[in-house]
């Protein structure tokens, strides 16, 4: 059984004691692949280092998360896209726009996500997209972005069914995390009503830890957990949806099963 993690910032200090232990943990548990977002300017190198000493297991993107969306996230911007072409970056992100943490930046954060969109577009990569407390604003974004061809996924969906049927609608996956397995999420209904199909699975590591572990950090080695609450509630064998979820990543992605 072979899955993938799609969201995974293990390239932070909280894994620094640990880094190649939890790495091996995760393969160990049929987790071969782990998929990194960037944060910002600063969270690239050792990003990259990661990607670069764990080849064919780590792979990387490019992005600002909103909550890194200062007051110099145009230089940031230009920045990422003069590196953009220097690496094998499989997607841009993580990006979006984040109402949670700062509703004052909302201008700025809309700004920056439609010009990495502009970037995902013009270098046909899929996006991956953190919308917090900001569904609605997210996915009327991306209504501008129709016609354009662009795909990715909604990143630790929290929403509820009407906005994920609206976003698979618009050729968007659903990444199912940790958060799954809380008491009343209502993420089992959101995964019965569109299906596996727009399903991946991510860990969003070392946040959002999966029951029985939550209050620890998370990580790329719990998405055994993940998978077994997704086939739980949808029916179905634990080796379907791995299955499923694997094959939906590798086509997002582009990435070959045997990397």
Do not use: W
Not at 116 to 126: E, I, M, R, T
């Amino acid at each position: 059984m072979k899955l993938i993690d799609t969201h995974t910032h293990l390239y932070l200090p909280a894994f620094s004691s640990d880094r190649d232990e939890m790495i091996s943990r995760s393969t160990d548990k049929g987790v071969i692949k782990l998929l990194m977002p960037n944060i910002d300017i600063h969270s690239l190198e050792p990003m990259l280092k990661a990607a670069d000493k764990y080849r064919g297991i780590c792979f990387p993107m490019m992005g600002l998360h909103p909550t890194s969306v200062g007051d110099d996230y145009r230089a940031q911007l230009d920045r990422m896209e003069k590196i953009l072409p220097q690496h094998e970056f499989i997607a841009i992100g993580e990006i979006g726009i984040d109402l949670y943490h700062d509703k004052s930046r909302f201008s700025e954060q809309a700004e920056a996500f439609r010009r990495q969109l502009d970037l995902a577009v013009s270098n046909a990569l899929p996006v991956v997209i953190h919308s917090r407390n900001s569904i609605d604003e997210v996915l009327t974004v991306l209504e501008e972005y129709s016609t354009s061809g662009l795909k990715g996924v909604l990143h630790a969906y929290s929403a509820g069914t009407d906005h994920a049927a609206k976003a698979v609608g618009m050729g968007f996956l659903l990444g199912i995390g940790g958060p799954l397995t809380y008491k009343n999420s209502g993420l089992g209904d959101v995964c019965r009503e569109i299906g596996p199909q727009h399903i991946i699975l991510e860990t969003d590591s070392p946040y959002l830890p999966p029951v029985p572990h939550r209050g620890k950090r998370n990580e790329s080695s719990y998405i055994p957990i993940i998978n077994r609450k997704l086939a739980e509630v949808l029916g179905m064998s634990e080796e379907e949806t791995a299955s499923i979820t694997f094959e939906n990543s590798c086509r997002l992605f582009k990435l070959l099963p045997d990397d």
